[in-house]
T-cell receptor, first 113, second 111 residues
Framework: NAGVTQTPKFRVLKTGQSMTLLCAQD?????MYWYRQDPGMGLRLIHY???????AKGEVPDGYNVSRLKKQNFLLGLESAAPSQTSVYFC????????????FGPGTRLTVT | SQQGEEDPQALSIQEGENATMNCSYK?????LQWYRQNSGRGLVHLIL?????REKHSGRLRVTLDTSKKSSSLLITASRAADTASYFC???????????FGTGTQLKVEL
């Protein structure tokens, strides 16, 4: 039982390049989330999904797209990376009830130069 | 914008002492959770308190919630060096089980 895994762990991009971050969970969780963490800011929700084939915007969605084609996977895409997207990205998942604890992945550290 | 502000931003104590962290939030909530983050790692869920509860215990952790003041506190008793980490409060209630996180308290427990 691996929990929540994220790929890659580290990445450096040049401004304007694109990339996809992959999140996978093996707990049969219905809900999945992408957060970003910046120094002194805590975590902010980018996008989330309440089930396969569904996605919704969070607090800071601009510049990102997501897809949930399979229940266990949640992809975060950056079409044209900007230095402001330098951050640590965390994926999380939970059962489909309010107050269910989030289970977090180990994070992806992204630097955009 | 962040839902919660945590206080203090950083806390340094000796092993065996108690550590208290506070969290304030802005809007009505369904529940409030506390998470721990060790340096460079993902967050780990510690404890949850629902909006109709006032106090919750789990091992060395004690959480209180005052919905009239929109505030919560996390008490770690008899702290250990292994408790060194950042602690975040997170509020839920906006649908989709979304959480809004505070800015965190960095706790350092020295031997």
């Amino acid at each position: 039982n691996a929990g929540v895994t994220q790929t890659p762990k580290f990445r450096v991009l040049k401004t304007g390049q694109s990339m996809t971050l992959l999140c996978a969970q093996d707990m049969n969780h219905e809900y999945m989330y992408w957060y970003r963490q910046d120094p002194g800011m805590g975590l902010r929700l980018i996008h989330y999904s309440v089930g396969e084939g569904t996605t919704a915007k969070g607090e800071v969605p601009d510049g990102y797209n997501v897809s949930r084609l399979k229940k266990q996977n949640f992809l975060l895409g950056l079409e044209s990376a900007a230095p402001s997207q330098t951050s640590v990205y965390f994926c999380a998942s939970s059962y489909s009830r309010e107050s269910a604890p989030h289970r977090f992945g180990p994070g992806t550290r992204l630097t955009v130069t | 914008s962040q839902q919660g502000e945590e206080d203090p931003q950083a806390l340094s104590i000796q092993e065996g002492e108690n550590a208290t962290m506070n969290c304030s939030y802005k809007t009505s909530i369904n529940n409030l959770q506390w998470y721990r983050q060790n340096s460079g790692r993902g967050l780990v869920h510690l404890i949850l308190i629902r909006s109709n509860e006032r106090e919750k215990h789990s091992g060395r952790l004690r959480v209180t919630l005052d919905t009239s003041k929109k505030s919560s506190s996390l008490l770690i008793t008899a702290s250990r060096a292994a408790d060194t980490a950042s602690y975040f409060c997170a509020t839920g209630g906006g649908g989709g089980n979304k959480l809004t996180f505070g800015t965190g308290t960095q706790l350092k427990v020295e031997l």
